[in-house]
């Protein structure tokens, strides 16, 4: 209760946003950006993401408990992620072996 | 058990406490009282304890003659899975926070509950649920993945009951997930005035801990078994390598739960440790905040380890190297704990009552089992005794001469809170030898048997290692006898044990202080403000009964 | 919509909820620890969905890593017009989801269940497109393990295998996304039903703001799985 009301005005310009960026992220994805299409990509559904957690989920008005909470959540998902990769990307640096006998 | 309790007539004359408030089997099974929940999971992970044990009683049996003794491999193969599910799932993940830290966690900090009692009860008929799924499994033929579940086997190959243990599997995972929300929620928001974090019990910190992974690292379990079901039952897969599917991508989300899954076994443990420590030397404890703190880095460190489950995996050696120096890091805060008790215990007033036996049997014997963590964490040693007995001792020596051993002594701390009963404290002190003894007579010669090489998971061995698995067999007919001797004098103390005074051990704490024994349903007459720091221990007088 | 007042930013109407508080449970001592407390659950439970979803994000970016031809291709048999309709709509159920949070602070009962039934709808709508892409892909044969029979039109000269694992992840990802919103729009049917029957009130609709982080949530995931599954590289 104790929380400010947000206003409409706040939530609509929120909203817009969003559909924007979506339209944007559509549009992009029509044209030829080699890499650079998965980067816009996922930069854009991170921009979409905090719009829709900071205002309507409220994270912006809320005390640093709840923000701890989900950086949590996700640092530890960033955990999983980038050391299952480094195992994944670096299976091919060492020649893997065919057997067990020496030089196979 | 939770019937006999019912019964039983008040035992503090006409003092209306959380046992007697109220009679009859829907009292208890709809009970949203955190103390009630706390015995209903008691009685549970009893029976599962006594299954999976009985599991382990085959498994040794057959183990006495080189070629097997009473089971064929394909038994065998079912006997182990069946031990691993049911202990590490129904029985460790669950022992000490469902049973202790359920009853103690609102009572330590001045609640009068948990801060979600119906999803509490919620979480106890979850595990039920996912008990009965796995039950289930072990009656119509078992399942003989291994508790690892590695695909393809599991997911492809195996013609026995995988999906309904993973199915069990999976939905008791909720369980443990809506226990680590609420013990979060309530640690964060029902303190009560004057109690500080670094005020409050270290057992607190620890369960805090261990809630942190329950919630970040059981999800991914159940996706995982989620996966693998799928493809059990679609027949196509993501671990399927026909189609280019990675198996060892399995091991990766298995084991960034399972690992996590160890140091939830493990750390309400160490919290137990620290509360018995501090009663019977009464003193406070030595480095409070340096264990406070190890607890958290234990939480966040457990996660970055896993990989040494995979050294042989097929994973790259470059990722290896990486998790072996990790996990020699992890090492470190659970020996900054271990020198902290033993600060603790220097220049204390020392009794041995049981509980303080299985502290000191504890602290022994997870030095030994986290000592043989670190020849495991180094890649080459590694290699050689992957697989073997060595790694089975490693862990029995931290699950069973840690984790149970601490469960042991956190029942036997608290039985006269919980009940409001003593028990017969000869018979405990013995039950703890006996215990200690066949403990370490079943699982020392392990470490040689695996060093020596033999494999685990196998159902018969070459004859020269019949020596040492006749004395491990030996030593786990003691171990049985000494888990039966506690389960007897117990319940038999609930009806004829003389009746206990709020504070039998003259322990700091607000559970001892400011409640009787047994505790009101509320817990409190009125909600205490506390002043102090935790273990406040004015003189040197040894805790009696 | 016709009042919102620009001004001050409220929605401004008669109030015709009751101000009844809510009840204080016995552990607590006070109801605002008990909406704290409330609030910090569903977060907790929040960031265990993120694990949970997280696992199968793990196991996609590898593959997608391992396998990205085929992974393309994958993502070019599904409709993109389908998908960038779908997030439109969740977008905009979010949008009334936020609306009906205001509404209940204002009071406003009518609004409210107006704003609670629209979000279903177009949850519902979501789940409609949905289910008629699964649907197409059975007709197409392009379902893994059930029902796989891709022509090499389709295939493109990428592995029918990798083509496989993609659409094993589109059909696991948004399956499961899908069952949690079927499980948004349940909650969400409790949560209009209480706002009717008054049983939800300005002082006391902790309820309605926990099934909307729920619903943001759920929103969320698809803001992801959008772009992963459908625009995966450029033009086809």
């Known amino acids: 209760m104790a929380e400010p009301l947000v206003p409409v005005r706040t939530y609509t310009m929120v909203f817009v946003a969003l559909l924007a960026l979506a339209a944007l992220t559509t549009g992009l994805a029509y044209i030829d950006l080699g890499p650079f299409n998965t980067?816009?990509?996922l930069a854009i559904a991170a921009a979409k993401m905090l719009l829709v957690a900071l205002f309507f989920m409220h994270v912006w008005y809320k005390p640093g408990l709840t923000r701890i909470v989900i950086l949590a959540a996700f640092f530890w998902l960033s955990l999983l992620v980038s050391m299952t990769l480094i195992d994944v990307f670096t299976r091919n640096w060492t020649p893997q072996p065919t057997g067990w006998l020496p030089g196979s | 058990m939770g019937v006999a309790v019912a019964q039983v007539s008040p035992p503090t004359g006409s003092r209306v406490h959380y046992l007697n408030e109220s009679y009859g089997i829907k009292s208890w099974l709809f009970t949203t009282d955190h103390?009630?929940?706390?015995?209903?999971y008691l009685g549970s992970i009893t029976v599962m304890f006594f299954i999976g044990g009985f599991a382990a009683l085959l498994m040794r049996l057959n183990l006495l003659e080189p070629a097997?003794?009473?089971?064929q491999p394909e038994t065998y193969n079912k006997l182990f899975t069946m031990h691993g599910i049911i202990m590490v799932w129904f029985f460790l993940i669950p022992s000490i926070p469902a049973t202790l830290g359920n009853f103690l966690v609102p009572m330590m900090i001045g609640a009068r509950d948990l801060a979600f009692p119906r999803l509490n009860l919620l979480s106890w008929y979850i595990y039920l649920v996912g008990a009965g799924f796995t039950l289930y499994a072990l009656i119509s033929g078992g399942v003989d993945s291994g508790w690892t579940?590695?695909?393809p086997l599991s997911s492809i190959y195996l013609t026995t009951h995988v999906l309904s243990a993973a199915t069990g599997i999976f939905i008791t995972g909720f369980s443990s997930i809506l226990t680590g929300l609420n013990f979060i929620v309530t640690i964060h928001k029902m303190r009560a005035p004057g109690l500080t974090w670094f005020r409050l019990p270290l057992f607190i910190w620890s369960m805090y801990a261990t809630?942190?992974?329950?919630v970040l690292a059981t999800p991914v379990l159940a996706i995982t078994l989620l996966l693998v079901g799928l493809e059990r039952l679609l027949h196509v897969g993501i671990f399927d390598p026909a189609i280019g599917g990675d198996p060892v991508l399995f091991q990766h989300l298995f084991w960034f739960y399972s690992h996590p899954a160890v140091y939830i076994m493990i750390l309400p443990g160490m919290g137990v440790i620290s509360e018995l420590v501090t009663a019977f030397a009464r003193k406070r404890a030595f480095g409070y905040k340096a264990i406070a703190y190890s607890s958290m880095a234990i939480a966040l460190l457990s996660f970055l380890v896993w990989g040494h489950h995979m050294f042989v995996s097929g994973q790259s050696v470059y990722a290896g190297v990486v998790f072996s120096a990790l996990s020699f890091a992890v090492a470190i805060p659970s020996a900054i704990k271990v020198f902290n008790w033993t600060a603790t215990l220097y220049k204390g007033s020392i009794s041995y009552q049981a509980p303080m036996l299985y502290a000191l049997g504890f602290i022994g014997l997870f030095t030994m089992g986290g000592l043989t963590g670190l020849f495991l964490a180094s890649l080459a040693v590694d290699v050689h005794v992957h697989d073997t007995y060595f790694v089975i001792a490693h862990f029995q020596y931290i699950m069973v001469g840690g984790a149970v051993m601490a469960y042991l002594g956190g029942i036997h701390f608290w039985w006269p809170k919980m009940t409001g009963r003593m028990y017969p404290d000869l018979w405990a002190r013995f039950a703890a030898?006996?215990?200690?003894?066949?403990?370490?007579?079943?699982?020392f010669p392990q470490y040689i048997l695996g060093y020596l090489g033999m494999p685990r998971r196998y159902a018969m061995y070459p004859p020269e290692f019949q020596a040492l698995n006749v004395l491990s067999t030996a030593g786990a007919s003691i171990l049985g006898i000494g888990y039966l001797i506690p389960f007897v004098y117990l319940i038999w103390s609930i009806r004829y044990g003389p009746e206990a005074s709020p504070n039998p051990w003259k322990a700091k704490g607000l559970e001892w202080e400011h409640s009787p024994s047994p505790p009101p349903k509320d817990n409190f007459e009125d909600v205490p403000v506390v002043t102090e720091e935790a273990y406040a221990y004015a003189t040197s007088e040894p805790a009696r009964v | 919509m016709s009042d919102i007042a620009p001004a001050s930013g409220a929605l401004v109407g008669a109030s015709d909820l009751p101000s009844t508080a809510a009840d204080l449970h016995h552990q607590f001592e006070e109801i605002e620890q008990q909406r704290d407390a409330g609030n910090m659950g569903m977060w907790v439970f929040l960031a265990t969905e993120v694990l949970f979803f997280g696992g199968l994000f793990?196991?996609?970016?590898?593959?997608?890593?391992?396998?990205?031809a085929g992974f393309e291709v994958g993502s070019h048999l599904l409709e993109r017009p389908f998908g960038a309709a779908m997030t439109f709509i969740l977008l905009g159920s979010s949008f009334t989801m936020a609306l009906s949070i205001h509404a209940i602070r204002m009071g406003r009962r009518k609004l409210l269940c107006a704003l609670l039934l629209?979000?279903?709808?177009?949850?519902?709508?979501?789940?409609?497109?949905?289910?008629n892409e699964y649907a197409e892909k059975w007709h197409e044969h392009l379902v893994p393990g059930l029902n796989f029979h891709p022509t090499p039109d389709q295939l493109r000269g990428a592995p029918g295998d990798a083509v496989d694992l993609f659409l094993c992840f589109y059909f696991f990802m948004t399956g499961l996304h899908a069952l949690h919103m079927i499980v948004g729009i349940g909650l969400l049917s409790v949560m209009a039903i209480r706002a009717w029957n008054r049983s939800l009130s300005q002082a006391n609709y902790q309820q309605l703001e926990v099934s909307g982080l729920y619903w943001h949530f759920v929103d969320i995931i698809w803001i992801f799985l959008f772009p992963l599954l459908y625009l995966i590289g450029g033009p086809r």
């Open chain 2, 149 to 151: 579940f590695y695909t």
């Open chain 2, 211 to 214: 809630s942190v992974i329950f």
């Open chain 2, 35 to 40: 103390k009630r929940i706390s015995l209903l």
């Open chain 3, 118 to 131: 629209l979000t279903i709808i177009l949850g519902a709508i979501f789940l409609g497109i949905k289910f």
């Open chain 2, 68 to 71: 097997g003794a009473i089971v």
């Open chain 1, 39 to 41: 980067v816009a990509a």
């Open chain 3, 58 to 68: 793990t196991t996609y970016t590898v593959y997608r890593s391992l396998y990205f």
């Open chain 2, 433 to 443: 030898f006996v215990i200690f003894i066949g403990f370490n007579l079943t699982f």
